[in-house]
């Protein structure tokens, strides 16, 4: 059972991979959940009771953890301390932010890391008791399932074949090895095993694993395509930071603006506020390089590292209030030069300006940004489209296996353009095009949700994507063609909310909002003398700048006139910048039907689930009476005779009536015969009718009463004369039942259907037994105590004897 729960555990940990980055995580995910199964196995074999194994778990789990995470400050290196304490709460707030504010896959910092494991580790522990104390075996797939759903709902490709087949061999195996360690009172006593239970295991693992594969199909908010690699489940609620690439289509698609920040600004326009620069590309996906060996920390100056050669240069003064926006990372609008009335310890990145802080956040930030860019012409960026030096490679590198459609559409779209900018505005103007829409629905029901060579290629086949598919597009297409590029991540420009901010030598300035629906990202290629200049492939998001509305003929350096596909129609009012855009024919865009049914849909599964914990004690209670009165078990006869043994029927029903009194309120004493609990429960008014006594329960009551001390006081059969062909049991039981429905007040008829007092009861002891044996202990071990005294006094001051 333990290997059957360690396969499980950690088979469907493996489909954690792609939620934490790499798998330099799973040596220690894998020593826990071993370390724990070991522990429960061993102290099981030893005959410890259930409290105590439990006990034993939690115990090696919070030894294993400390030896791994905290070995400097633990007692022996395994036993905590107060200073372990210490670290674990910085641990778990570095684990929140990494989950708060950061995009899978993220790196495996020790705080996720640590949480990881002690998740997993109190899961086996879990499906442990399910499995053995609690004899529900087939429960333990509610353990897994929500360890699975965390990669179902995160990552792109969903659970995955591989993890998604080791949870499912073992909770198979699970279920199998239950027969030998959850009988019941139908056990064969020769074989020691529970008759039927192997096959009622595998028809339980086959109806849940056919519901595993059918629910993707008839449930909304499934991504089309087939569990677990393909389907993903996406029940997105809002969060208030921003995730730098993939999971930024999730912050577009919630319905109501979270994360809100404001900022007032000297600018003559709202900004873009850029959050993380994201310039490491190795062909999976787009991802952030921190450089945390070269970050500098927020102090002074703030040097960009190229020189601008431009001749006016644009300073800014902007105020930021991060409000609820909860991000390792700060946003700020670029090129920032100096940093004032940030909280905490905060460092920056030479080779981007991305500021980054250390074990802090940007919650609840209120800070001054100087800032300066240079004021940009069409003119200028062709005359600057020279050979770029000084600039790192991380810009430029191309992985292998790019996509053939991915080459030839940078090729084909280039043309004859004979520098930078020609093929910079190329690109944008093939991108913004009509062949293409903006969709926030499409890159997810067509399965290509992300950003690495393989959805790009989809995403030019298709067409169809948000800001992320045009960003990446555009950024390799440059790379392609030899310019440096890079995604910015933050938020488009936004809107004005109406107020203003007094700021001590600047007045009055106006103040803009934006929020998690201005999320949006943007690519940035390098020119020379001028340095990274953005651009805004994506259609109907963004601004875009003056310099990049502009074109020059391929061949010739003279301007040419505006492009029409892309200055907007002078006719038709701008839009608001930063409002969500209206859905383009055929996009899916904010009105799609999953987006309006997801608040629904979520608001409904916490309904669920809240019904499933309101009707559990009925649940469990018709569990138990159907197992109770299920027919007998074939090919078990009375030896000598032709009868059946139906007998261990016996037991069950007696069990059955006692729970029916419990549950209407005549339970049995703690010493109470079963002579005189019948007795007592025929003279209860709950077996009686309105003009006489209720015979078919008085006799059921009476029979059960006779079989069960037959069962258990009489003499053994032996022969036909000792044999007695039993009468079924069901009829009785029912009979029984409904007299005391027919008899009861509807106040009780609710409570013994709905909060059944021998469930309840069962529960209490179970969660009482843990202080009840450390009571007991206690006691043992105080009596124990007074009679060491009371014999170490009588030694020292027995009086002595005269001679």
């Not at 705080?111 to 609690?134: E, F, K, Q, R, W």
Request: proline residues 8%; glycine residues 10%.
């Amino acid at each position: 059972m333990a290997g059957a729960v360690a396969l499980s555990v950690a088979g469907a940990a493996l489909s954690l991979n792609g939620v934490l980055r790499g798998w330099a995580w799973y040596l220690p995910v894998l020593t826990t959940v071993v370390v724990v199964c070991v522990t429960l196995a061993a102290l099981r074999a030893l005959r410890a009771q259930p409290w105590l194994v439990a006990a034993g778990g939690f115990a090696s789990l919070i030894a294993v953890l400390t030896l791994t995470f905290f070995r400097s400050t633990g007692i022996a290196g395994f036993i905590p301390s107060g200073a372990t304490m210490a670290d674990l709460d910085r641990f778990i707030r570095r684990a929140s932010e990494t989950v708060l504010a950061e995009s899978a896959p993220v790196a495996p910092n020790a705080g996720i890391v640590m949480v990881t494991c002690a998740v997993l580790g109190l899961s086996v522990i879990l499906i442990d008791a399910l499995a053995v104390p609690l004899g529900m075996p087939a429960t333990t797939g509610l353990g897994l399932l929500a360890i699975l759903v965390v990669p179902a709902m995160v990552k792109p490709q969903s659970v995955g074949v591989w993890g998604f087949g080791a949870a499912v061999a073992g909770y198979l195996l699970i279920l199998g090895c239950s027969q030998w360690f959850a009988p019941d009172t139908r056990t064969s006593a020769d074989s020691g095993r529970t008759p039927g239970h192997l096959r009622r295991a595998v028809l339980t693992g086959t109806v849940a694993l056919v519901a595993t594969l059918a629910v993707p199909l008839a449930i909304p908010g499934f991504d089309h395509g087939t569990f677990p690699q393909g389907s993903r489940l996406n029940p997105w609620g809002g969060g208030a930071g921003l995730n730098p690439m993939i999971t930024l289509g999730n912050s577009l698609r919630t319905p109501a603006g979270t994360g809100r920040i404001t900022y007032a600004t000297n600018a003559s326009a709202p900004l873009y506020l850029r959050s993380v620069t994201v310039d490491n590309f190795d062909g999976e996906t787009w991802g952030p390089d921190d450089r945390d060996v070269e970050r500098r920390p927020v102090a002074g100056q703030i040097d960009s590292g190229y020189e601008i050669t431009a001749d006016e240069v644009l300073r800014q003064v902007t105020a930021v209030d991060t409000g609820s926006f909860t991000s390792p990372y700060l946003p700020l609008p670029y090129a920032p030069e100096s940093i004032r009335g940030l909280n905490g310890s905060w460092t920056w990145d030479p080779a981007t300006l991305a500021v980054k802080g250390s074990n802090t956040n940007s919650r609840g930030q209120e800070y001054i940004v100087t800032s300066s860019v240079p004021k940009l012409t069409a003119t200028m960026l062709r005359q600057s489209s020279q050979d770029v030096q000084g600039i790192s490679e991380d810009f430029t590198r191309v992985p292998g296996g790019v996509p053939d459609i991915v080459r030839s559409t940078a090729d084909q779209v280039t043309g004859s353009s004979d520098n930078a900018y020609a093929k910079a505005m190329a690109i944008q103007k093939y991108l913004r095009s009509g062949e293409f829409t903006y969709s926030l629905q499409s890159p997810v029901q067509g399965g290509y949700d992300g950003n690495g060579l393989s959805v790009l290629a989809d995403f030019l086949t298709q067409k169809s994507g948000y800001c992320i598919h045009y960003s990446s597009a555009m950024a390799v297409m440059a790379r392609l063609e030899g310019i440096p590029s890079r995604i910015a991540v933050g938020y488009a420009p936004g809107r004005s909310t109406g107020d203003t901010v007094s700021l001590a030598g600047r007045g009055e300035l106006p103040e803009y909002e934006v929020d998690a629906r201005d999320a949006h990202a943007w690519p940035e290629l390098y020119f020379q003398g001028l340095g990274w200049v953005p651009f805004e492939p994506t259609p109907s998001r963004g601004v875009v700048p003056d310099y990049a509305s502009e074109t020059v003929s391929p061949g010739s350096p003279d301007l040419i006139e505006n492009d029409d596909e892309l200055l907007p129609d002078p006719t038709v009012p701008d839009p608001s910048p930063g409002a969500t855009p209206a859905p383009l024919p055929g996009s899916g865009g904010g009105n799609d039907i999953g987006q309006l049914l997801m608040p629904w849909l979520t608001g409904s599964a916490g309904v669920l689930v809240l019904l499933l914990l309101v009707a559990s004690p009925r649940l469990v209670r018709m569990g138990v009476r159907a197992r109770r009165l299920q027919g007998p078990v074939p090919g078990t006869d009375v030896p000598g005779t032709d009868v059946p043994d139906t007998d261990d029927r016996v037991p069950l029903a007696w069990a059955e009536l006692r729970d029916l009194g419990t549950d209407y309120g005549l339970p049995p004493g703690a010493s109470e015969t079963p002579r005189a609990y019948s007795a007592r429960l025929r003279r209860s008014s709950l077996l009686g009718r309105t003009g006489g006594r209720d015979n078919a329960a008085q006799d059921a009551v009476l029979a059960l009463t006779a079989d069960f001390e037959r069962r258990h006081y009489g003499r053994p059969g032996n022969g036909p004369a000792g044999a007695r062909k039993p009468e079924p049991v069901a009829p009785r039981i029912t009979a029984v039942q409904q007299s005391l429905r027919n008899n009861a007040t509807l106040l009780w008829r609710l409570r013994a259907d709905w909060l059944p007092a021998s469930v309840l009861g069962r529960w209490a002891r179970f969660l009482a037994a843990p202080y009840q044996g450390f009571s007991r202990l206690a006691r043992r071990t105080a009596k124990a105590a007074a009679r060491s005294w009371s014999r170490v006094r009588d030694g020292l001051f027995r009086p002595r004897q005269s001679h």
